[in-house]
């Protein structure tokens, strides 16, 4: 980290005590931000480093509900929106039981670049919930987002926070939510969520976005070494809606996908790993990916394993942050590694990220990466706005462009700097000179 900075990521830490990941997320951008500082001295006069760090507006609040045995129950909700130089603050909702301030503060900072990436007029937001929506049944699901949406209604708003899903919210969360906000504001405001249902406002390719976005990213990146997934062996971690749809368009480029897995262990199937029918047993019927392997014989289940063992020339991390690293770098590294793009946020650890790189390993970051599921958002709220429904095609054609315009952005941006071929910085730099001119042009607020 240039030496200029230490003092803002000094204060970072002291206003945030114990947030760890939201720590690793600021540090990641900083260190790639010295070279913009020196060309650009207007930026520290005017302390856009340290508004950026400081979300515009954090909200914490109380959600009761009542579970099927009739226990009154308590979670804690949250939304931080974070920047809204570019547009309506924009980002998902988690729902999982490690979630604090910290974590929605991580994902809401990485947001912004994200956002900017992509070229679309939106701003940085993420919220959630410690609430853990294993073993839940359709009600109990059902009255929680109704609870949460009860507060959380008044914040947000089509010009002024657009939630969406993240791990744990998915098309049936999103539908629970639009409904009481539907109710409590009596209003069809289309625009105030995304990642609906295709029937009430949703847009098509919305589901399959984030998955398609990282394989068309990795695409990008290995056609400027040697070719495509055509033929490479390549394995998947997690097993939700990322992952899914990652692995279904790498198999349609003629990718090898031999494994993916969930948080009790990894399936490694040989013969290729049956998409639709890990979709039936982890999205249908909401059960762990053992059952995967009870059902195909070409398929074993490795319990509480770690996926990347399996060795792969494309890895694509799914599942969650910090799920990859130094140790697995060096597995995958031995076994032939040539690419990594990320479909989950921030999944790859800090000394992983140094090791890959130092291998010469192609190294797409979430924030780009996965930036093809917010864009797709921000289709469906172009789609909102003028009452108007594309066709899977258009809405396909416009995300591969998009997350072609996201890796050249990238790769210009690392050459212009000094570093050719390096996602990383590209994606930083990029991702934070668009917003940094924002917040310059539009004063010191
Ligand atoms: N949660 C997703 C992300 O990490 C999507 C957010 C959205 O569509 O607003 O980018």
Not at 78 to 107: D, Q
Not at 125 to 149: A, L, T, Y
Not at 343 to 369: R, S, Y
Request: aromatic share 8%; charged share 20%; net charge negative.
């Amino acid at each position: 980290m240039q030496s200029s900075l230490e003092p803002v990521f000094e204060q970072v830490l002291r206003r945030n005590p114990g947030e760890t990941e939201f720590h690793q997320a600021v540090r990641e951008v900083f260190d790639s931000l010295g070279p913009v500082l020196t060309k650009n001295p207007q930026y520290a006069d005017a302390a856009v480093l340290q508004r950026i760090c400081e979300p515009e507006r954090q909200i914490i609040f109380r959600v009761p509900w009542v579970d099927d045995s009739g226990h009154v129950q308590i979670n804690r909700g949250f939304r931080v929106e974070f920047n809204s130089a570019l547009g309506p603050y924009k980002g998902g909702l988690r729902f999982h039981p490690s979630v604090y301030l910290g974590i929605i503060k991580f994902l809401g900072f990485e947001q912004i670049f994200k956002n900017s990436l992509t070229g679309m007029p939106i701003g940085g937001g993420k919220g959630g919930s410690d609430f853990d929506p294993r073993g839940k049944s359709d009600r109990e699901i059902m009255v929680f987002c109704q609870s949460f949406m009860t507060e959380l209604y008044r914040h947000i708003g089509e010009y002024t926070d657009v939630p969406a899903g993240d791990i744990g919210v998915g098309g049936r969360e999103i539908g629970y939510l639009f409904g009481q906000y539907k109710r409590i504001t009596n209003r069809y405001e289309s625009g105030v969520l995304t990642g609906k249902g295709i029937s009430w406002g949703g847009s098509l390719v919305r589901t399959e976005a984030t998955g398609f976005g990282t394989v068309f990213f990795a695409q990008h990146m290995l056609e400027t070494v040697n070719g495509g997934f055509e033929g490479k062996r390549v394995v998947v971690s997690g097993s939700g809606n990322v992952a899914i749809y990652a692995m279904q368009k790498a198999q349609q480029l003629g990718g090898h996908v031999v494994a993916c897995s969930d948080s009790s262990g990894y399936v490694v199937d040989e013969a290729g790993i049956d998409v639709e029918l890990v979709r039936q047993v982890k999205e249908v019927e909401r059960a762990r990916i053992s059952e995967y392997a009870e059902r195909r014989p070409s398929a074993t289940f490795v319990p509480g394993g770690r996926v990347w063992e399996v060795g792969a020339q494309v890895a694509l991390p799914c599942a969650t942050q910090n799920e990859l690293d130094e140790g697995d770098a060096r597995s995958l590294i031995a076994s032939g590694l040539v690419a990594v793009a990320e479909g989950a946020n921030m999944p790859t650890t800090p000394k992983a990220i140094q090791l890959l790189q130092e291998a010469g390993i192609l190294f797409g970051p979430g924030k780009a990466a996965n930036a093809g599921g917010v864009a797709t958002s921000a289709l469906e709220m172009q789609q909102n706005a003028s009452r108007d429904a594309w066709s899977f095609e258009h809405t396909e054609e416009r995300l591969a462009r998009i997350m072609s315009d996201i890796h050249d952005r990238c790769a210009t941006t690392a050459e212009t700097y000094g570093q050719p071929g390096n996602y990383v910085a590209g994606a930083n730099i990029a991702g934070f000179t668009k917003v940094a001119d924002a917040m310059l042009a539009l004063g010191v607020i």
